[in-house]
């Protein structure tokens, strides 16, 4: 049986096996439903508190009544603790176009505000959501697990593995061990019988990595649905041509970052922000940073500024962190798109076959993009296109003359060009097939 410890690095609760959990203890399968007094395993496990709390079940009228309200639709549930916008985005896509036949209810643990599902149900507590789950009763259940094991413990609850459509962020399949064990978030245990759980025993399943892993993952687990979707492009797009200085560049960042500089001196972001400063800080470019607000919110990141402060950078600029859209708009007057280089202690990088979700958000901005060679999956269609600058780990002297002499105009144009090929209805046709193949199984492998 599986154990889970309190949320850690943007994930529900990540998971132990049962070799990792200590032999003296009862194991039993218990997640973080609130704030209250860790109790055993050195202080990181929190026993469920259903015999302390009674759970109202009037809190999920709305959510069972989706089903009721509409008799005649097939109803897609999609589960997203990450609380992100792919799903969303498809979700309102179906509804625009198969609004007659489909219902799309958002499953998430925060704010609904520009979902774009028929309906979404709130649910902040992850341990009431495997009772959400069967209590929706969907057709077909698109659940988002993250990278395996983050959102594995909400698989166990499908209520029919044959309808399920598993969606990860990440694959972790093919991330070499050593690269695992120095820099993932869970054990390489977790992670590796993670992926042998979901593998084995669902059938459907969309990644957004290279083209190449679809075949790999087919031939390894003998499945015959899995499905590469990384078109999720769609207006508003933008492509913006300024007049610069020709001894001028500006970089665009946005994503994750360091949060507290109080940080170990070897800890991944305050390496990875100093590595970024090597490369894209340095007379001739200026980058501007954009932290993400996905898990410290809108405010300033001082931590950025300290880091500048104690190190004296130079040329960056730390930027309000914004929501998708309006980083998209903000980035669109920026040259170009930066993919971060890898610290000395992962490189080469081990995940280079997973696309970052910032690649289709620079393209939606009209940015070329410049990224690291072993960065492998997006490296090789900026060079396939011409959409940017591929840099290797000794460019880093040259990269302002490699920058400054390719024609940003030029650039920005093959970037709208080569856009129209990652457009949403391309990924809604991947997903509506497997939505098809789905409905046409009967209800054989439920899970209760």
Partial sequence: MLAAHKATGGTPFPVFTRAEIPADIEVVVTLDPDQSTPTGFTGQMIANDFRQAFVDMKRFEGLVGVRFRYPDRQLILYADYRNGTNLSTLAGSINDQYGERFVTVGLLSGSADGRRYTHTFVEPLYYLWPMALLLARPDILHLNVGAGTQGLLFSLFAPDYAKTLIDFYDICTFIPDDVLERGHYATLASTRSADRYLFERFDYFIHKCSAWVSTELQQKFGKQHVVQVIEFAEEPMYSRVEDRPADHVRLVYGGLMLNDDREPEDSHFKRSFLEMAKYFCQPGLEL?????????????????????????????????????????????????????????????????????????????????????????CVAELVEQH?????????????????LMKRDIRKLKENVRIFRQELMLDKGLGKVLSLYEHILSVGFDNASF
């Fill in 386 to 402: 011409t959409l940017g600058v591929v840099y290797g780990y000794d460019d880093q002297s040259s990269l302002p003359k490699l």
């Fill in 288 to 376: 501007y940073l954009y932290p993400s607000p996905y898990l410290y919110g809108y405010h300033k990141n001082l931590a950025i500024d300290a880091m500048i402060d104690r190190y004296r950078v130079q040329y960056i600029h730390n930027c309000l962190p914004m929501d998708e859209e309006s980083f998209i708009k903000e980035a669109s007057c920026y040259d170009f798109g930066a993919m971060l280089p890898n610290h000395p202690g992962m490189k080469p990088i081990g995940t280079g076959y997973i696309f970052p979700a910032k690649f289709l958000t620079y393209l939606r901005a009209g940015l070329p993009i410049v990224v690291p060679e072993d960065l492998t």
